[in-house]
């Protein structure tokens, strides 16, 4: 049985893969995308605006980098809990990450024990919706 969907975005194939291997063994379904763009084309499919409980993402990536991709996932899909994962860790911009309603700052390599922990802390908190 699925826990839920997550979407992870990240432009290196092999981070998405180990995730995905990661998360999967937990009972995740795993929706990846290799960019910002890709990552807003694949929320905009079938019924992953509603059913995805949770966005993994880097930041340094190209076309729609991690920056502007959480700009645009705070403002459409505002429920959607988002965790940053980075190899560039920089303190201001996870605080202003944070401010901006990212959920989590990750830094690269992330254990498996703490990115399963922080994954199912948040699925199981659900989404935050305002009605």
């Known amino acids: 049985m699925s826990k839920g969907k997550i979407l992870v975005v990240d432009d290196e194939e092999g981070i998405r893969e180990v995730i995905r291997l990661h998360l999967e063994g937990e009972g995740y379904h795993i929706i990846e995308a290799e960019n910002g763009e890709a990552a807003i084309q694949k929320l905009r499919e079938e019924d992953n605006m509603v059913n995805v409980g949770l966005i993994l993402c880097d930041i340094r990536m190209p076309k729609v980098n ?12 505002p429920g959607i809990p988002v965790i940053v994962i980075t190899g560039y860790p920089d303190t201001e911009m996870a605080v202003g990450m944070l ?33």
């Open 66 to 77: 991690g920056l502007e991709c959480t700009d645009f996932l705070r403002r459409e899909a």
């Open 99 to 131: 401010k901006k309603g990212v959920k989590e700052y990750l830094v690269k390599p992330v254990e498996k024990e703490k990115l399963i922990q922080k994954v199912n802390s948040l699925v199981a908190a659900g989404k935050e919706i305002d009605f």
